[in-house]
Each structure stands twice: as C-alpha cells, then as structure tokens.
C-alpha cells in the first residue's frame, strides 16, 4: 500500500535537544512538506521540498531544519532554537510540483512533547 | 483578520441530520482544499475544488468564486463523520508551498 509514514507517533524529548521527526513515502512524489498544528490554530507551514536536494522555508522555519537526500525522505529536526515545540507535526506529499491544485498526501503525525 | 474563516467552529449534531460546515476567504484563489481529520490526528483530502460542485458519497462540497465562500455538506449524517473538517486554500500566484488553512470545525454526530 502507498502512502506516508511518520515514526514515532509520540517523541519526548528534554529542553535543549534537538530531534528529528521521520517522514517517508513511498507514493513516488515529487514535492513533500512538513506543517505544525497548535491547538485552536490552523496548520501552518515549516518547510517543502519540490525536488530532491533543494527545500524552501515556509512561515515558521525559525529554529527547524530539513534535509532531502533521497526523493522518499524529508525529515525534520526540530533544534534547541524552536522556542516552543511541543506541537503535533504532520507531512505531506503532492505528485506534482507544477501543479496549484493537487492533492496532498498527509502522514498520521508526530506529536512532540518538550519537557 | 485570518485569510481563511471557517463556521462553525463547534458542531453537534444528532446521527441522520444534514450538516453543513461553511468556509470564507479573502484572497484570490487557485483551489480550495476540504480535508478531514480523525481524532487520532490523521489527515484525509476529501475534496479539491476551483468551480462548481463536487460529490463523493454522502458528501458535498460547493464553492461560490465571486463570493469568495465554499460549504461542505454532509447528508443523513453518521457517529463514524465526527472529526474536525479543515478547509484550506492556494493562493493565486503563491508557491507550491503556500497553502492556508481554516482554524477547522469540529463536528461531533451523536447516535
């Protein structure tokens, strides 16, 4: 079956540490994105990638970094720098980067915990 | 002022009911998303729309340019459609990346 996968569903972590969330799909996408969802708020994005190698920052990349070596990952670490982390992160994937209106792709979501 | 309301923010209804979810925006748009997430936090695309009218089982979702205002509809409603409904837009002219969202609706049906 094709889809998105995030791993682990809850991560806590101490003050001070960073730590990376998994995002992996196996749906062949091209463009993948990492979005952050407070309580009350809408989802707000951190980070996409259209192209292997190559990411852009979205509205709330301050103290988050990303990578995409391979076409399926796109992980996120979340640093020391994030002044407030405890949030439930979600990515997604569209197939197609040229396109305004495809459909994205959401994994099940990693809820960060900040002790 | 959010670029993407969405009405009500709270929703209660009895199982069988029609439901409506109402979504307003105030920028130009390439397409107006409606997705679905269950309380285990998990995001379904339920509709994807730039005109008209679209239906997907018991769902109906419509969308009114000029108005600047889209409804998603659900009939003879079911416990199994609690969930919160997130409506989000494309901007046009934005980046692949520039998609915003509604604060979302949170339904609850009660058998």
């Known amino acids: 079956d094709g889809g998105i996968t995030q791993s682990p569903k809850y991560l806590f972590r101490k003050e001070g540490q960073n730590v990376t969330l998994s995002c992996e799909q196996n749906?062949?996408?091209?463009?993948m994105y990492w979005y952050r969802q407070d309580p009350g708020q809408g989802l707000r994005l951190i980070y996409y990638s259209q192209i292997v190698n190559d990411f852009q920052k979205g509205d709330i990349a301050e103290g988050y970094s990303v990578s995409r070596e391979k076409k399926e990952s796109f992980p996120l670490t979340v640093t020391s720098a994030q002044k407030n982390p405890t949030a439930f992160y979600l990515c997604?994937?569209?197939?197609?980067?040229?396109?305004?209106?495809?459909?994205?792709?959401f994994g099940p979501g990693t809820r960060l915990t900040v002790l | 002022k959010n670029e993407v309301e969405q009405s009500p923010q709270n929703l209660t209804a009895q199982e069988g009911e029609f439901i409506t979810i109402n979504c307003s925006y105030s920028?130009?748009?390439?397409?107006l998303h409606w997705l679905q997430q269950h309380p285990g936090g998990g995001i379904v695309s339920l509709f994807m729309l730039s005109s008209g009218k679209k239906k997907h089982g018991r769902l109906i979702a419509t969308i009114n340019i000029q108005e600047k205002h889209s409804s998603l509809h659900i009939t003879a409603s079911h416990p199994r459609d609690s969930a919160v409904y997130i409506c989000?837009?494309?901007?046009?002219?934005?980046?692949?990346?520039?998609?915003?969202f509604g604060k979302g609706t949170k339904l609850s049906v009660k058998p």
């Open positions: 920028v130009g748009i390439s397409a």
């Open positions: 989000a837009v494309r901007a046009e002219g934005g980046s692949q990346g520039n998609l915003i």
């Open positions: 997604a994937s569209t197939e197609d980067t040229t396109s305004f209106t495809d459909t994205q792709y």
């Open positions: 749906l062949n996408h091209d463009a």
